[in-house]
Structures are given as C-alpha cells and as structure tokens.
C-alpha cells in the first residue's frame, strides 16, 4: 500500500524557515518523481516544486523560486522541502504527491500525503 | 505559466443530476489533464488523467473529455458522496498549475 507521510509542519515567525519532509512507503521510491503542493485556508491547490526520481532535476513555482529547496535521500525514502524567508503568503497545508507512472514526469498525481500545516505568524 | 480557468466557480445541484464543470487553458496542452475530487480536511483524489481516463477504482458515473484549451468533467446520476471540490490540472509543462476550483453543493 502507498504512504505517504508528511511532517515538519508549524509555527514560524515572517522570515524564518522551515523543512517539511515526506516519508514514503509501498513503491520503488527512486522510480517517482514527486511534488509538494500547497492550499492555503479556504483557497485554491497550488503546485510548488517537484523533484525527479534521481533527484537529479528539479522545478519550482516562480512563488517560491529562491526561496524553496527541494530534495530528497533515496536511501531513506524522503523527499525534503527547505523554505526559507517565509511570508504570510506561504501559510497552508503542504501536501506531497506522487505521480502515477514510473520514470515520468510531469503526471497527474495518484497518491497523495495527508497534508502538514505551515503557520507564519509574530 | 499556463492559466487553467475553471467553471462555474461554485454548482447546486441534486442527487440524480447529472453536472458538468468546464476547465479552460490560457494555451494548448494537449490532453495532458487530470481532474481531482477533495473534501473538506482531506487530501485531493485523482479521478481522471490525460483528459478522459478514468484512475482505477473511480466510479463510471465519472467521466472526463476534451483535448486542446477545453476540457469538461461530467459527474452523471450525482450522489451524496459527491458533494466536493473539484479541481483541474494541467501538466503540460513542469510548472504544473491547477484551476481554482468548482464546489458541487446541494
């Protein structure tokens, strides 16, 4: 069965930074591209960054672009995401999703996280 | 970026209905689409991929079409279960974007 477990999620004061990680189980993890989409309270989805099965590549949302770090350690099956000068603007609940079919990306998501929420706020 | 422009933002409807929301792109992106489902407090379900086929384990009440700019989800026989958010994505290109979505309320 496919997990995928985030946490990382908390309170943060404008300007700080934070590092979500995504805990994966149930597939061969270095076959997956994966993302992190985020949905602030009330909003919309928004797609932030995803990073290759190698990890080798990488891709952001020009909202976060400089700001957010994507990774991953394929030998613990984690993918990261470091974010760094945090606004209001960033608060949500970060979500990690996978994409359906091996070796490819992009791909429409067919398993995703519960989600960890991200509060900025003095 | 791509823009994908969802409508109507907001549908009331019955059991028994039969719905359609529409999701446009700003430019082509093929059949490159995927429709989710989410509820509130829970993680978004992939109902449909490139455009009109149907994720495993999705009821066949659920059924997506278009190619090009244009892409419709069409929900027949509504069921209580039903009753969601429902978002559009396109994956054209790696910087993937999202419509902004549609609410299916009673």
């Known amino acids: 069965e496919v997990q995928l477990l985030e946490s990382g999620g908390g309170l943060v004061q404008p300007g700080g930074s934070l590092r979500l990680s995504c805990a994966a189980s149930?597939?061969?993890?270095?076959?997956?591209?994966l993302s992190w989409v985020r949905q602030a309270p009330g909003k919309g989805l928004e797609w932030v960054s995803a990073?290759?099965?190698?990890?080798?590549?990488?891709f952001y949302a020009d909202s976060v672009q400089g700001r957010f770090t994507i990774s991953r350690d394929n030998s613990k099956n984690t993918v990261f995401l470091f974010m760094d000068s945090l606004g209001a603007e960033d608060a949500a609940v970060y979500y990690c999703?996978?994409?359906?079919?091996?070796?490819?990306?992009?791909?429409?998501?067919?398993?995703w996280g519960q989600g960890t929420m991200v509060t900025v706020s003095s | 970026d791509i823009q994908m422009t969802q409508s109507p933002s907001t549908l009331s409807a019955s059991v028994g209905d039969t719905v359609t929301i529409t999701c446009r792109a700003s430019?082509?992106?093929?059949?490159?689409l995927a429709w989710y489902q989410q509820k509130p407090g829970k993680a978004p379900k992939l109902l449909i991929y490139?455009?009109?086929n149907s994720e495993r384990g999705v009821p066949s009440r659920f059924s997506g079409s278009g190619s090009g700019t244009e892409f419709t989800l069409t929900i027949s026989s509504l069921q209580p279960d039903d009753f969601a958010t429902y978002y559009c994505?396109?994956?054209?290109?790696?910087?993937?974007?999202f419509g902004q979505g549609t609410k299916v309320e009673i």
């Open positions: 999703a996978k994409v359906r079919v091996s070796l490819i990306d992009p791909d429409a998501f067919d398993f």
């Open positions: 149930g597939f061969t993890f270095q076959n997956y591209a």
């Open positions: 990073i290759s099965g190698s990890g080798g590549s990488t």
């Open positions: 430019q082509s992106i093929s059949d490159w």
């Open positions: 490139k455009a009109s």
């Open positions: 994505q396109q994956y054209n290109t790696y910087s993937r974007t």
